[in-house]
């Protein structure tokens, strides 16, 4: 029996030359944000999106990436997609699972609304290890993965399909 390799499966043709690609991301948690940013813009570059093409702007938390991300659509129509990036970590108050539950579902909504694709880069972990596992840069002696390539690349599929 195959081996069973956990995550999405890239398609091998992918072109981003001529893309326009809006990265918002959040100021919270940022020492994890961070690498997941530089991975996605890393993944996006070298699928030929220009750096000229890649807007990179900032908001506090997650819960304002569904404000920040339509709003910046509509400032920048010329945008293809945008990839709305933010960790949020599990504490001891409820805090956690309103955040999460309304970031999710605002940011489906922009995509919606606005006709242009939404990548949801947001990690909603239970423990810190879990995060920077899936930021790419672990601490428990195992990297994980940088879960900005996946949202580079489906943004950039996203944004290709939107066009036909
Ligand atoms: C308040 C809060 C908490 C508790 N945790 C996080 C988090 O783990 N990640 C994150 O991006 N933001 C967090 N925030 C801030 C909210 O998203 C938001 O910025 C504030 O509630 C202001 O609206």
Known sequence: MAEFEKGVVPRKDLNGAGLRILIVHTRWNLSIV????????ETLRSAGVTAENILVRDVP???????ASQQLLRQHPDVDACISIGVLIKGSTMHFEYIADSTC??????GLDSGKPVVLGVLTCL????AFERAGIGRQGHAGHNHGIDWAQAAIEMALLNKK
């Not at 423990?127 to 879990?130: A, L, P, S, V």
């Open 34 to 41: 961070d690498p997941l940013v530089k991975g996605t813009i």
């Open 127 to 130: 423990t810190e290890d879990q």
């Open 61 to 67: 938390g997650a819960f304002e990436l569904p404000f």
């Open 105 to 110: 579902h605002g940011l489906m909504r922009v």
